[in-house]
């Protein structure tokens, strides 16, 4: 199923866009000692840290991005005709565009570096994005380059910025499927998070964005309740799903957090055997804990804009009416529910949103955000 490049072949790719020219190189000899490490915005949530080519290579200065929450990007900036990037990931789907065009789509690529080349030899920005959603699975990106004989410009990074909270709705789970019965590598290949209704939100805004969400998971209690001792709200703090590797959030300061959360905790029954002895009592568990999570946001984020989000779920939306409510009894002024409504089509995989309904979230959020424009000056 992981099928890496071979390490003896470089695989040319040509895209028309530009008349530009992608080449794989698994034997990882174009990035050099010479090479200049652009400086890189990284959207969501990634651990950084220093690197080596290995044993006999040389050693080139620069960081690896190890990702695991969906979503993630990293754009860069250059003046030149190439740029050259190294990955090592064989979780995940990842899409390279240049100058906001898709250039390439590279499937489990494994360990290898890429060159562009053929590009207009003036400004460019370059970007990375991972569309898959790799569960318990880490990827590895370890930067852009480009030759000696080019300018490295500073990264680009938006003035807005906004973050998702949420599950497999969030995610974008099964998203581009033509069906709803689906294999779990079938729901892998076709779920594109950046096709997600949250990515289609922040680049309406022009916004950085980053996507915290786990498909199956709620705010205590996951999808009929598998992984009892795990939940969204233990996992929120920590940069791997490991509950162990903090995350580094320093300078990550939106000014909307969208919490999308719920569906998961109350669309199956209890079972017997789990932590609640009712229904009522995991109501109450999920009022305090979401109260708390808020609570917990705010102390780190004191201007953000909170939007709690249900889609059409009588319990989830009866539920937030009364964790509004002690918000607000608690002095929080900057927080609303918004029901984006049941009427999706859901032909994604197991009945999640397709990309219509991802279409339609996403206006509804936007449609509400645009009565709020102070929002965007925190």
């Known amino acids: 199923m992981r099928s890496l490049l071979s390490a003896a072949a470089l695989l040319a790719f040509v895209a028309t866009a530009h008349a530009q020219t992608v080449t794989a190189d698994p034997g990882n000899s174009v990035i050099t000692a010479q090479s200049i490490a652009l400086d890189t915005y990284i959207g969501g949530r990634v651990l950084s840290g220093a690197f080596s080519k290995g044993q006999g290579a040389a050693e080139v200065d620069g960081g690896a991005y190890i990702h695991e929450w969906p979503a993630t990007y990293f754009t860069a900036a250059f003046h030149g005709p190439e740029v050259d990037l190294r990955l090592n990931d064989t979780a995940n789907i990842l899409t390279l565009l240049v100058d906001g065009k898709p250039v390439h789509t590279f499937n489990r690529p494994g360990a290898t570096e890429i060159r562009v080349t053929g590009l207009p030899d003036t400004d460019h920005i370059v970007r990375l994005e991972k569309n898959t959603e790799s569960q318990d699975n880490t990827g590895e990106f370890d930067g852009f380059y480009i030759p000696a004989s080019e300018t490295a410009l500073a990264a680009p990074q938006q003035d807005r910025a906004i973050e998702f ?214």
Not at 184 to 189: A, G, K
């Open 165 to 378: 909270i949420g599950d497999s709705f969030t995610a974008g789970y099964g998203n581009t499927s033509s069906k709803r019965e689906c294999t779990q590598d079938e729901v892998w290949s076709t779920t594109d998070s950046q096709q997600a209704w949250g990515p289609l939100v922040a680049r309406h805004y022009d916004a950085d964005y980053r996507m915290n969400a786990y498909s199956g998971f709620g705010i205590v209690r996951n999808y009929n309740g598998v992984a009892p001792h795990r939940s969204l709200t233990k996992f929120y703090p920590f940069g791997l799903f490991d509950e162990a590797t903090p995350a580094d959030d320093n300078g990550w300061n939106p000014d909307v957090i969208v919490i999308a959360l719920g569906g998961n905790d109350f669309s199956t029954p209890l079972n017997p055997g789990e932590r609640w002895t009712s229904e009522d009592a995991l109501t109450a568990d999920y009022i305090a804990t979401y109260v708390t999570f808020v609570q917990s946001l705010r102390a780190t984020h004191p201007d953000a804009r909170f939007v709690l989000v249900t889609y059409g779920e009588d319990r989830v939306r009866s539920a937030l009416g009364v964790i509004l409510d002690r918000l607000k009894q608690s002095g929080e002024t900057r927080a609303d529910v918004l029901d984006v409504g049941g009427d999706f089509a859901r032909t994604g995989c197991d009945w999640h949103l397709n990309l219509d309904d991802d279409k339609k979230v996403a206006a509804r959020l936007e449609a509400y955000l645009d009565q709020h424009p102070d929002d965007w000056d925190n």
